[in-house]
């Protein structure tokens, strides 16, 4: 397998930018039935995480944001919920500048500069926003997804496929932390995913990476879902104490009714 990276490192464009997202990869993969697509997983994420969202935020910028954006998100609403300086955001989050060439701001969406002219040169189709992606495919969709990528001489320019998603256009550009793994069958014929090619972190690291990924992307497609669940709790709660004086109300007016 020595020769694996060096013919995926040629075989990608020197012009694509190191960042797209997002896969995990396992010694002991799950296995998938032959055409009846890809069983989705389901990780373990919590909104509520904070340092787990920080993660996810630092590992997608750095990584993917360079192609995806989310653009219904702002820099200075991340820095408040992930309880991030805004100073530090601006100087290790931000790496955009405007129509003049000045920084962006804080206060500005989170884009990126990719014209759809250049996405489609690099990749056949502009890499899409990731804003609404975890409510409309699911993070079981996302984190399935970005742990199931494996060699495929057959895709030019990526050499890569997912089990996820057949014939998706991008590249596995986390290959360095999870390493490459191969399509093959378990022992009873089914599809299965084994780890050719280690990369530089531990299955388990890689795990963790990705699922800090996947639940940042699930607090930007809903980034009040922690404060609308807790509201919640305490409308429930007025609504119960609202029902026993309620009830007694009722008791009382209706105690001199036969």
Not at 64 to 70: A, K
Request: hydrophobic residues 40%.
């Amino acid at each position: 397998m020595a020769g694996i990276t060096s013919r995926l490192a040629a075989a990608l464009p020197l012009t694509l930018p190191l960042t797209l997202a997002l896969m995990l990869g396992a010694a002991s993969a799950p296995a998938w039935s032959a055409g009846a697509g890809a069983a989705l997983e389901t990780p373990r994420i919590d909104q509520g995480n904070v340092r787990s969202l920080q993660s996810g935020a630092r590992h997608f910028i750095n990584n993917c944001m360079g192609c995806h954006s989310v653009e219904y998100s702002r820099y200075s609403r991340l820095a408040e919920d992930l309880q991030l300086d805004e100073t530090d955001v601006e100087a290790n989050f931000i790496f955009t500048t405007d129509a003049d060439g000045e920084p962006t701001k804080i206060g500005s969406l989170m884009t990126n500069n990719m014209t759809k002219e250049y996405g489609a040169t690099a990749f056949g189709v502009k890499p899409p926003d990731l804003s609404l992606t975890a409510r409309s495919r699911g993070t079981d969709w996302i984190y399935t997804f970005l742990k199931t990528f494996y060699l495929d001489p057959d895709r030019a320019g990526t050499g890569v496929n997912n089990v996820v998603y057949p014939g998706t256009a991008m590249p596995h550009v986390l290959w360095k932390y999870q390493g490459w793994q191969e399509l093959g069958e378990d022992s009873h014929g089914d599809a299965a995913l084994t780890l050719a090619e280690p990369g530089v972190m531990s299955p388990d690291e890689y795990d963790t990476m990705i699922s800090d990924i996947t639940n940042f992307l699930g607090y930007v497609a809903d980034p009040i879902k922690e404060t609308r669940h807790s509201m919640g709790v305490l409308v429930m709660l007025f609504l119960l104490v609202l029902l026993v004086g309620s009830w007694f109300l009722k008791k009382e007016y209706w105690k001199d009714v036969v």
